[in-house]
């Protein structure tokens, strides 16, 4: 890996508004590399990520295609902690791999990775990153966006809610990165705020 490039991981929690920060990163010309794309990727047939959760899973997560069922699979590991930690590790080693790779391809000097779960994988000490840098919302305001959102796509808000209790609480993560950026507001001041670290970094 060249040691010159620069390697930022943004993070944060479900409903926290991490992809709206991507987002704005990839619109100010920064390569963002996705690990739930990544993820989406290994989940088509023939792939390793694929193959190893066959293999761990069994034929009953599979479609009469050969499709992956992640419906089933959610229902599976949804109330078993100890196959939830399976299905992760079998994802982050792959996730991570990919990962590594991207950033030895590209060409650029500043890399952002997309990580939802960073801080809750014990995979992230594979990669050879600088910072972390957290998307964060109170969990008060965190709850009422995911509520909503849940209610939009027609999904039961508690099971939405129960994502959350699988993740490390919002505010436990504050204290296990670098840098904050609050999302509270309205998509103007994320931007600001996005823009303000940015130069505070030297890194436009």
Do not use: C
Request: proline residues 1%; without cysteine.
């Amino acid at each position: 890996m060249m040691q010159n490039k620069k390697i930022i991981i943004i993070t944060g929690s479900i409903g926290t508004g991490k992809s709206a920060v991507t987002n704005i990163l990839r619109q100010m010309g920064f390569e963002v590399l996705d690990s739930d794309a990544i993820v989406h990727e290994g989940y088509s047939e023939g792939k390793e990520m694929y193959n190893n959760v066959y293999k761990f899973f069994g034929k009953d997560i599979i479609d009469s295609d050969g499709t992956l069922n992640r419906q089933k699979l959610g229902q599976i590991v949804f109330n078993d902690s100890e196959k939830l930690e399976k299905l992760n590790e079998i994802i982050h080693s792959s996730v991570y791999k990919k990962l590594i790779e991207g950033i030895d391809k590209s060409e650029n000097n500043v890399i952002f990775l997309d990580i939802p779960l960073a801080l809750e994988s014990n995979s992230i000490s594979t990669l050879n990153y600088d910072e972390i840098w957290l998307v964060y919302v109170n969990s008060e305001i965190q709850k009422e966006r995911l509520i909503k959102r849940a209610n939009k796509d027609n999904k039961n808000p508690q099971d939405v809610l129960k994502i959350i209790s699988n993740q490390l609480p919002i505010e436990k993560k504050r204290d296990m990165v670098d840098e904050i950026i609050n999302n509270e507001g309205t998509l103007e001041e994320l931007k600001l705020e996005v823009n303000k670290l940015l130069e505070r970094k030297n890194l436009i």
